[in-house]
């Protein structure tokens, strides 16, 4: 008994004298807060928001905190970002990528070369390629509403908003990118959407590493009916897959990716290819019905661009004009992308802000940027940084707005949804059409309105901070009917 207390007693005190930080003077501030280990992981989880505030309140611009047993130095001066986001040699970006990979998809990639991948990406969705791509999806767009929306439907229909746009979404660019159509075997937009929002309400947790045991199997379950479902995506060509999956695959082959690990690998793309678009879309559809303003100013821009089209598709088939439309989508982003911008410290790095102060970044710690609380939520950047104000990024002219300032000095970064840098969005032209395109075939082509006139826009479901685009805590109802049947 004696022996087994003096054991345990030794193993506290090693794990103490390993793990045991104390902050040096070119440190940056550091809060490990009061439980071992632990840190401050329950409060960063619950609302990572709030709680990069309060430490923001406490500490400044720049400080470390704990969470289960990892430091992370949070960067929250907008002004010094680009000293994270172009340090690709001390700050390393695939390492935690490659630990959710794991984390949520179970995933593994053989002799992983991230720059073919991002190559890949880069060749289908920025290049010469996209063109292609959109019309694709602008097909698919339009089948799908018109399959939820029949054109001869006399009555208003009622639904959720964002399971209406999350819905429409997901499967008009699961059907682009992944095909199914013309699998023999069930893999239908629809069971695969099913699915799919099973696996995303788990995500947070996922990533974490924070699900109960009924919730771990229930995770472990979808994530194998998803990977059935996806098996013959972007396996032939004539899979009805899109190029680039099709190109991906082949990849992984070369790489030597077994089946099993490709349906994975495929899976994670399904994720980051379509976990973002649909919640953007149904926010910003969300703000313009609750503001008529805001309404009625797209709406009009939008029908200046239709007066001058032949098709009413062909807002994605050339570049049109719609500054008033981008701004309504900025802030509407503004106030809803949330990611946390992750980076391993590879090796020991000074970091010098913008103020002149320079800090020491410790091997093996992260670094996080949150743009969310700064520069997007700073009253001092945006004017009433809560409201929607669908002409923030307007000038008086009608031209675009891109001057910002904070500490009397004008910002490269006053929003940053799609993040920045070499590991910025590659998705985010084609993301930016395919909302356009879904705005536009809603509003002119049907009557949307809130089902109850006074409903207010949704709180954020507060434990999605840091995973891309935000969700509502609850849906916001509306109806519909096709325009001129009445
Ligand atoms: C509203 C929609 C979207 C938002 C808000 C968004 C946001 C972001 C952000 C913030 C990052 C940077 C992450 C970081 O630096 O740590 C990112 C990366 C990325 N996004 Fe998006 N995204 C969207 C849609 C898409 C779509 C539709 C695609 C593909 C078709 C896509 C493909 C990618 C890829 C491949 C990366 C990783 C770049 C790399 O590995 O270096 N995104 N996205």
Same mark, same amino acid.
């Given at each position: 008994?004696?022996?087994?207390?003096?054991?345990?007693?030794?193993?506290?005190?090693?794990?103490?004298?390993?793990?045991?930080? @104390?902050?040096?003077?070119?440190?940056? &501030?550091?809060?490990?807060?009061?439980?071992?280990?632990?840190?401050?992981?329950?409060?960063?989880?619950?609302?990572?928001?709030?709680?990069?505030?309060?430490?923001?309140?406490?500490?400044?611009?720049?400080?470390?905190?704990?969470?289960?047993?990892?430091?992370?130095? %949070?960067?929250?001066?907008?002004?010094?970002?680009?000293?994270?986001?172009?340090? @690709?040699?001390?700050?390393? =970006?695939?390492?935690?990528?490659?630990?959710?990979?794991?984390?949520?998809?179970?995933?593994?990639?053989?002799?992983?070369?991230?720059?073919? %991948?991002?190559?890949?990406?880069?060749?289908?969705?920025?290049?010469?390629?996209?063109?292609?791509?959109?019309?694709?999806?602008?097909?698919?767009?339009?089948?799908?509403?018109?399959?939820?929306? $029949?054109?001869?439907?006399?009555?208003?229909?009622?639904?959720?908003?964002?399971?209406?746009?999350?819905?429409?979404?997901?499967?008009?660019?699961?059907?682009?990118? =992944?095909?199914?159509?013309?699998?023999?075997?069930?893999?239908?937009?629809?069971?695969?959407?099913?699915?799919?929002?099973?696996?995303?309400?788990?995500?947070?947790?996922?990533?974490?590493?924070?699900?109960?045991?009924?919730?771990?199997? *229930?995770?472990?379950?979808?994530?194998?009916?998803? #990977?059935?479902?996806?098996?013959?995506?972007?396996?032939?060509?004539?899979?009805?897959?899109?190029?680039?999956?099709?190109?991906?695959?082949?990849?992984?082959?070369?790489?030597?990716?077994?089946?099993?690990?490709?349906?994975?690998?495929?899976?994670?793309?399904?994720?980051?290819?379509?976990?973002?678009?649909?919640?953007?879309?149904?926010?910003?559809?969300?703000?313009?019905?609750?503001?008529?303003?805001?309404? *009625?100013? %797209?709406?009009?821009? =939008?029908?200046?661009?239709?007066?001058?089209?032949?098709?009413?598709?062909?807002?994605?088939?050339?570049?049109?004009?719609? &500054?008033?439309?981008?701004?309504?989508?900025?802030?509407?982003?503004?106030?809803?992308?949330?990611?946390?911008?992750?980076?391993?410290?590879?090796?020991?790095?000074?970091?010098?802000?913008?103020?002149?102060?320079?800090?020491?970044?410790?091997?093996?710690?992260? %670094? #996080?940027?949150? $743009?969310?609380?700064?520069?997007?939520?700073?009253?001092?950047?945006?004017?009433? &940084?809560?409201?929607?104000?669908?002409?923030?990024?307007?000038?008086?002219?009608?031209?675009?707005?891109?001057?910002?300032?904070?500490?009397?000095?004008?910002?490269?970064?006053?929003?940053?949804?799609?993040?920045?840098?070499?590991?910025? #969005?590659?998705?985010?032209?084609?993301?930016?059409?395919?909302?356009?395109?879904?705005?536009?075939?809603?509003?002119?082509?049907?009557?949307?309105?809130?089902?109850?006139?006074?409903?207010?826009?949704?709180?954020?479901?507060?434990?999605?901070?840091?995973?891309?685009?935000?969700?509502?805590?609850?849906?916001?109802?509306?109806?519909?009917?096709?325009?001129? *049947?009445?």
């Amino acid at each position: 008994m004696i022996w087994t207390i003096f054991l345990i007693f030794q193993a506290v005190l090693l794990y103490f004298l390993l793990t045991h930080r @104390s902050r040096s003077k070119s440190d940056p &501030p550091l809060d490990k807060g009061v439980i071992p280990w632990l840190g401050h992981a329950l409060e960063f989880g619950k609302d990572a928001s709030k709680f990069l505030d309060r430490m923001k309140q406490k500490h400044g611009d720049i400080f470390t905190v704990r969470a289960a047993g990892r430091y992370v130095t %949070v960067l929250l001066d907008p002004h010094s970002y680009d000293a994270v986001i172009n340090d @690709s040699d001390s700050l390393d =970006f695939t390492r935690y990528a490659q630990v959710l990979m794991e984390r949520i998809f179970n995933l593994r990639l053989p002799h992983h070369q991230p720059s073919n %991948v991002s190559a890949l990406m880069k060749k289908h969705f920025m290049g010469v390629n996209l063109a292609a791509l959109n019309s694709t999806m602008s097909r698919h767009l339009q089948a799908s509403l018109k399959t939820e929306m $029949p054109q001869n439907q006399k009555d208003w229909k009622e639904q959720g908003l964002f399971n209406l746009s999350y819905s429409l979404l997901f499967k008009a660019g699961y059907l682009s990118l =992944f095909g199914g159509e013309q699998n023999n075997n069930g893999t239908d937009p629809s069971s695969v959407y099913e699915e799919y929002k099973k696996f995303d309400g788990l995500l947070t947790k996922m990533a974490r590493g924070t699900l109960k045991p009924e919730e771990k199997r *229930t995770a472990q379950s979808v994530r194998q009916r998803l #990977c059935g479902l996806l098996a013959p995506a972007g396996l032939t060509q004539d899979s009805g897959a899109s190029p680039w999956l099709h190109a991906y695959r082949r990849l992984l082959q070369e790489d030597g990716a077994d089946e099993e690990t490709q349906r994975k690998a495929v899976l994670m793309q399904l994720w980051a290819t379509q976990g973002n678009v649909g919640p953007a879309a149904f926010w910003l559809l969300g703000y313009l019905l609750t503001n008529p303003e805001a309404l *009625t100013a %797209v709406k009009n821009e =939008f029908s200046a661009v239709s007066t001058m089209e032949t098709s009413e598709t062909s807002l994605l088939d050339r570049p049109v004009n719609t &500054p008033v439309f981008d701004s309504a989508l900025e802030e509407t982003l503004r106030l809803t992308a949330a990611p946390f911008i992750t980076r391993e410290v590879v090796q020991e790095k000074t970091l010098n802000m913008a103020d002149g102060q320079q800090y020491l970044l410790r091997k093996g710690d992260r %670094v #996080c940027l949150f $743009p969310f609380n700064s520069p997007q939520k700073d009253p001092e950047i945006h004017h009433e &940084p809560q409201k929607y104000k669908y002409d923030r990024f307007l000038n008086k002219d009608g031209s675009v707005k891109r001057d910002f300032y904070k500490g009397g000095r004008r910002l490269k970064y006053y929003t940053m949804p799609w993040g920045a840098g070499a590991n910025g #969005c590659m998705g985010k032209k084609f993301a930016i059409n395919t909302i356009r395109q879904f705005v536009y075939m809603v509003l002119t082509n049907y009557d949307l309105e809130l089902s109850d006139p006074n409903s207010q826009i949704p709180e954020v479901n507060a434990s999605r901070y840091g995973f891309g685009m935000l969700q509502p805590e609850r849906d916001l109802l509306v109806r519909y009917r096709p325009r001129n *049947t009445h």
